[in-house]
């Protein structure tokens, strides 16, 4: 009786040995299967995002050769292309498919915005003011793009020069001169990713809005304190001094209808009496330097990829454009 005792005692010991062996092995493949999981998921996404790579540039140069039409049409049948009804260029807005994805381009005039190295005080605190910048930070913002475009090294009240940029990690020097690119920016005191590149957020409704940021109402790239009244943001007309809120409001709202031929035309449809300051910094004329943002992704994908091109028309070149700034890491705002 006791041999036989013993062996189910034997038996019971292999047998919770079994188990810890079998828990053991569980465990093991439990975590195999999920290191293989995230390996998988890692390369599907590295795919995704090199073929949304591609279909963003598909976007870029779709939109390229629908500018180069556009420009061409515009200079053999200028008054043709100004009473058409607006496009798709004209609305900032390119989409379209490309093998097994999709893009989306925004497309923004640069002749439609500010160039911040000519702007004066005045029409900068009524952009960022425009711009639903809170005004304990909008100070801080104006003083600190002035600091950093003028040559001396003197802070203003609520700027920033050379002592404040050099206690940063990485510590670096105020530019003191014109800005080389809009993105520069982001170096300057005060100046946020989320108020560089924008944001989106829910309203009360719960939908969902993107509130634009300054590089989408700002340029290094125009020769010209003038504002092509067709392509200009809301905020950027706001900003031209001696525009009226309302006034700036209807011509908004008029050019999304139908694009003024001339600067006469705002006088006697929309806006009579304008003041005369403000009339002569708007301007009908097509520019040659246009914005790409194209954002691309495959179907049924989250990854996206984001490429913002700067480009300038020039019936001179082979292409017919120049491209003068490339990015292809732009961040997802």
């Not at 510590?171 to 946020?192: C, D, F, I, M, Q």
């Not at 809120?245 to 006697?268: C, G, H, L, S, W």
């Amino acid at each position: 009786m006791e041999i036989i005792r013993a062996r189910e005692d034997d038996r019971g010991v292999i047998l919770i040995a079994l188990l810890w062996i079998l828990t053991i092995l569980s465990v093991i493949a439990l975590s195999f299967s999920r290191e293989t999981f995230v390996e998988v998921s890692a390369a599907r996404n590295t795919r995704d995002l090199a073929d949304a790579y591609y279909i963003a540039r598909a976007g870029i140069a779709t939109t390229i050769y629908q500018l180069y039409e556009k420009s061409y049409l515009s200079q053999m049948r200028p008054a043709d292309v100004l009473s058409q009804q607006p496009d798709a260029i004209d609305l900032g807005k390119v989409t379209g498919k490309f093998g097994d994805g999709e893009y989306d381009v925004d497309v923004q005039d640069e002749s439609g915005k500010i160039n911040v190295n000519m702007m004066g005080e005045e029409q900068l605190r009524a952009l960022i003011n425009a711009a639903g910048i809170p005004e304990s930070d909008a100070n801080i913002i104006m003083d600190s793009i002035l600091d950093w475009k003028d040559a001396d090294k003197i802070p203003r009240q609520n700027g920033a020069e050379d002592d404040y940029y050099q206690s940063l990690q990485p510590p670096y020097l105020a530019k003191n001169g014109p800005l080389s690119t809009v993105e520069e920016l982001l170096l300057v005191r005060g100046v946020t990713p989320d108020y560089y590149y924008g944001h989106r957020e829910k309203t009360t409704d719960g939908q969902i809005v993107e509130r634009y940021g300054l590089s989408r109402y700002l340029t290094v790239y125009s020769n010209s304190n003038r504002i092509n009244v067709n392509y200009a943001p809301l905020p950027v007309l706001l900003s031209i001094p001696g525009m009226p809120q309302d006034t700036a409001q209807r011509i908004y709202e008029r050019r999304q209808v139908k694009p003024f031929q001339t600067i006469d035309e705002i006088n006697k449809e929309v806006a009579s009496g304008l003041n005369p300051s403000a009339t002569s910094m708007l301007m009908t004329q097509r520019g040659t330097v246009y914005t790409l943002t194209a954002s691309a992704h495959r179907d049924n994908s989250k990854a996206v990829r984001i490429i913002r091109a700067v480009i300038n028309l020039d019936l001179r070149e082979i292409n017919k454009y120049r491209c003068i700034y490339w990015n292809e890491n732009i961040p997802n705002w």
